[in-house]
């Protein structure tokens, strides 16, 4: 495995802000800001789990890094090039680097191509071997998440959704990526597939040395998965640390309240206070720290100043006014 603490992708200050337009022909006179302002590190051969209620901005902020969505200012840095002003050419170049899982695995799967078809094509794309090579990798690749090459020739509606999604695995897996952004890759499984399919995941990562970006609201399934755990709230990066210690000591009211939303084993036991109340828009996002509506620990300074990521204790970073007191000068995530 690749060394973990070498830096395979760094993002500065990335937005990804959406006009809403009153009319057709109208300018748009407010911006939906579905990523603000967001900065991290992925290292290689680690799992970056990035998770948060639904609307926070995680599935655009993931289709951004890969320009699926272009950003609308930042810095995203692959193996040190910057991806955000590469010319087209050299994108589509480096796509072999950078691969994609999506959340459906229906829905992103074409209905009128084969699974041997939708694997081979980036193949095809790229220019990766003749036509014998590309069968033979397409049975090679089948095989290694455990399917059969017989299979090459069915169509989406012939497998079940866990078949559906090791042929997107497959696909991603086609052209040999360092990077995979699995977007809620075992979200629309049954519980039993979904074990399936994170521990193949997991096994992919040990036999090829794979860096992933894993997104799902679901905390367990990440934290089963993560090295290290991001937790976006509107747009931003409210706290990262490694797993285990987010998961034993969050320091985020945000963190705090989506734990002890969690399900206790034991219904006797007392944990924080559940989250309360809805995400606001972000069209109209509150001033100075984004929870603080929700937030029963704010305080005056919460609603007028935008909190900064400070590091409260090795490797973990929270964007907090209670944690900025304890330690004042801003982290690097």
């Not at 990804?16 to 990523?35: D, E, I, N, T, W």
């Not at 078809?117 to 090579?133: C, F, P, S, T």
């Not at 999604?165 to 979200?187: H, M, N, T």
Request: with cysteine.
């Amino acid at each position: 495995m690749s060394d973990p603490t070498e830096v395979l992708v760094e993002v500065r200050d990335l937005k990804k802000h959406f006009p809403a337009r009153a009319g057709l022909f109208r300018k748009p006179r407010r911006y939906l800001k579905a990523v603000d302002g967001v900065s991290f590190v992925i290292r290689k051969g680690e799992t970056l789990g990035l998770v948060g209620e639904s609307g926070c901005g995680k599935t655009t902020l993931g289709r951004t890094l890969l320009r699926l969505v272009e950003p609308t200012s930042g810095s995203v840095r692959f193996e040190g090039v910057e991806i955000t002003s590469l010319p087209r050419a050299e994108l589509r170049k480096m796509r072999r680097q950078m691969q994609m899982i999506f959340q459906d695995p229906y829905s992103s799967l074409n209905p009128r191509m084969t699974a041997g078809a939708m694997i081979e094509e980036g193949l095809i794309v790229h220019g990766q071997g003749n036509k014998r090579e590309r069968k033979e990798r397409v049975a090679e690749l089948l095989h290694l998440v455990g399917l059969s090459p017989r299979d090459a020739g069915k169509y989406p509606h012939e497998f079940s959704g866990g078949q559906r999604q090791r042929v997107g695995i497959a696909r991603a897996l086609a052209l040999v990526p360092k990077w995979i952004v699995a977007d809620e890759p075992v979200s629309a499984l049954d519980v039993s597939i979904q074990a399936q399919i994170l521990n193949l995941l997991v096994e992919l990562q040990e036999s090829f040395g794979l860096t992933y970006l894993f997104i799902s609201h679901d905390l367990r399934v990440v934290e089963h998965v993560s090295d290290r755990v991001a937790v976006m709230y509107l747009g931003r990066i409210v706290e990262l640390a490694r797993s285990q210690a987010l998961y034993a000591r969050p320091r985020h009211p945000y963190t705090q309240m989506l734990l002890a939303s969690l399900p206790l084993p034991d219904p006797r036991r007392r944990g924080r206070p559940a989250v309360v109340g809805d995400v606001p828009s972000a069209l109209s996002p509150p001033a100075g720290c984004p929870f603080h509506p929700r937030c029963s620990s704010s305080m005056e300074t919460c609603r007028e100043v935008s909190p900064e990521m400070v590091e409260v204790e090795p490797d973990h970073f929270v964007a907090c006014h209670l944690h900025a007191r304890e330690q004042q000068r801003p982290g690097s995530p």
